[in-house]
């Protein structure tokens, strides 16, 4: 897994705009083929070093992956003298696993992130964790579905922001709609058909496969939380008992293995998962190129915020020396910053512990409303790491971790 490091820093020539405006439009981002010797040229007009000094950084990464495969945030990685190797899996796979010869370790929510740090606390080893941005639990759904909800008392649309048009996100009464699905209420019963849909189906959101990514572990601890009144279960037979209790609101339509947002992002989403559980910055990032792409956002396609809200905080883990460099970076230099709300990340401000307003001005000066959060919204608790541990393994059925291939 090792790759030949060297260090990152490296002799800079600027180039006058003029040129640099013809670099831009005459220069590919992709690298060429490795050369001895060769000096690869950014359309930043910066001189780069030669390519035995580019690190090459191997990581494993669960959703927050779609930063670092974006091409504008390679290009800049590429220039401070780092390329990221990706091995993509689930956040509690990550935990789970050997780290051995990975410099990084990105899992999606501070449980699975805890699990590797705790670990390595316990073996003697280094912890430096960086988090760069945050992105919410949501749950995505299709404006009829929204609306049918709105009907029933259960969802609350938010204000646009000034920006005018259908509102494109919803507030939503966590208790009342984990009750419609606990009693078993099904679309129709509430009134789908009203909005052009025939929907027979129980209502529920759906999430990915709770035995592997971040997203279902944390909508079973929020769903957890709400079902025992507003408190996190710590006992372990509470938790157990709560656990089966809550297991039909979760699996009743089972758990695809693959990352609710892309199955929602499809166009058959609708008929497969009315309601998917996944990242706010997945669904701002589809808003964000429809609307450069189309003129407009996507209407047809809404958030429901749980008022009972819980802001996952994905860690970056550094496990070597050349982890913590890609660390310091992710999380300081302004060009990835900005790129991360233009991705649609809530950046964290490096000074502060709350969270940036950038990307809500970002997506209002491009007429998309933006989302608020109501500061009477009650913050979810999660179980303790080991509680939320067996609730998971009880609600999901889920199978020994996956080893590292030999």
């Not at 439009?25 to 000094?53: E, F, I, Q």
């Not at 938010?158 to 939503?172: A, E, H, K």
């Not at 052009?196 to 759906?206: F, M, T, Y």
């Not at 502060?352 to 990307?359: F, K, R, T, W």
Request: glycine share 8%.
């Amino acid at each position: 897994m090792s790759a030949n490091r060297t260090v990152s820093e490296e002799p800079r020539l600027v180039v006058n705009r003029p040129e640099r405006s013809r670099l831009r439009r005459t220069l590919a981002l992709t690298l060429p083929v490795p050369v001895v010797g060769l000096v690869l040229l950014l359309a930043t007009g910066h001189l780069l070093m030669p390519l035995d000094r580019v690190v090459t950084i191997e990581a494993k990464m669960a959703s927050k992956r779609d930063f670092f495969e974006d091409p504008e945030v390679q290009r800049i990685l590429m220039e401070h003298g780092f390329r990221v190797h990706i091995t993509n899996m689930g956040s509690r796979d990550i935990a789970n696993q050997d780290v051995q010869g990975y410099d990084v370790v990105f899992p999606s929510g501070q449980p699975a992130a805890d699990l590797i740090t705790n670990k390595r606390a316990k073996a003697g080893n280094p912890v430096l964790t960086y988090r760069p941005f945050v992105s919410p639990i949501v749950l995505g759904t299709y404006r009829a579905y929204a609306e049918t909800l709105k009907d029933a008392g259960v969802a609350e649309p938010q204000r646009n922001g000034g920006v005018g048009g259908r509102p494109l996100y919803y507030t939503l009464n966590m208790a009342k709609f984990l009750t419609l699905t606990a009693d078993g209420r099904r679309w129709k019963n509430i009134g789908i058909k009203n909005h052009g849909v025939e929907n027979g189906n129980k209502i529920l959101a759906q999430t990915s496969n709770i035995c592997q990514a971040n997203s279902g572990g944390t909508y079973l601890g929020l769903v957890a939380f709400v079902r025992h009144g507003n408190d996190a279960p710590n006992g372990t037979r509470e938790a157990e008992d709560l656990a089966r209790e809550i297991k039909p609101l979760l699996v009743e339509q089972g758990l695809p293995a693959s990352e609710m947002a892309e199955t929602y992002l499809s166009p058959n989403g609708k008929s497969i998962s009315p309601i998917a559980v996944f990242y706010e910055h997945q669904y701002l990032a589809h808003q964000i190129r429809h609307q450069k792409a189309k003129g407009g956002p996507d209407t047809d396609r809404v958030l429901l915020y749980p008022d009972t809200r819980f802001v996952t905080e994905p860690q970056l883990v550094a496990l070597t020396k050349d982890g913590e460099r890609l660390g310091r970076l992710v999380t300081r230099n302004h060009e990835l910053q900005a790129r991360a709300v233009e991705l649609g990340f809530r950046p964290r401000d490096a000074t502060a512990d709350g969270m940036s307003d950038q990307l809500a001005k970002f997506l209002t000066d491009r007429r998309i409303q933006a989302p608020v959060t109501s500061a009477d919204d009650t913050k979810a608790v999660l179980p303790s790491l080991t509680v939320l541990e067996r609730m998971i393994q009880i609600v999901g059925d889920c199978p020994e971790p996956q080893k590292d291939p030999k």
